[in-house]
C-alpha cells in the first residue's frame, strides 16, 4: 500500500490563509491481513504527522486512532462484500478517520449489555471518538470518525463528554 497522492487542495496546494490539508486514503482489499495493514497505515500516517508537520500526537491519539480504525475496517469486511476505503486526516486539533463500505445498511448502536459477548464495536468507537457521523453514499456508506491528537491539558480524558 502506497500514500495517496495529493488532491487538489491537499498537501502541498495551500489556500492562503489555510493550513495545510494532510490526508492519506487507501483501498484496502483482501483477506484477514487487511485489518492488521488499516492499524499500521494509521499508525505510520500519524507519526508521518508528527515528524514531517511537526503537529503533536499523543500516545493515546495513535492508540485511539489504531482502535477505531480496527473496529470500523473489521465491521466493513464483516458486513459489507468488496473493497473497504480507509481515508485519515488531520484537521485542526483532531485526526479524522473515514471508511467506506458497499453495504447501504446504516449501522445501529445496540443498548449496553454487560452479559453481551461481541459486538460491542460500534459501542467502544462512540465512546472514545469527539465526533461520529454515518451517511449513505450513492453506493454503500461513510463512517467518520474525529479523534482528539491530544489530551486535555487539564487531565480530562480527550473524547465524548459524558451525559
Known sequence: MEPAEAVPGGEGHVQPGTAPLIQDSVALDGDGHVIAEARHRAAGFLTRVQAEHGIPVSARAM???????????TNARKYAPGPVLMDLRVS??????????????????????????????????MAVAQGFEVRREPVGKRISVRIALLDDPGGDIAGRNPV
Open 63 to 73: 492508540d485511539l486512532t489504531r482502535l477505531v480504525v480496527s473496529e470500523l475496517v
Open 92 to 125: 485542526g486539533d483532531a485526526v479524522q478517520v473515514s471508511v467506506w463500505d458497499s453495504d447501504p445498511v446504516l449501522p445501529v448502536a445496540r443498548a449496553a449489555d454487560a452479559g453481551r459477548v461481541g459486538q460491542h464495536g460500534l459501542e467502544i468507537v
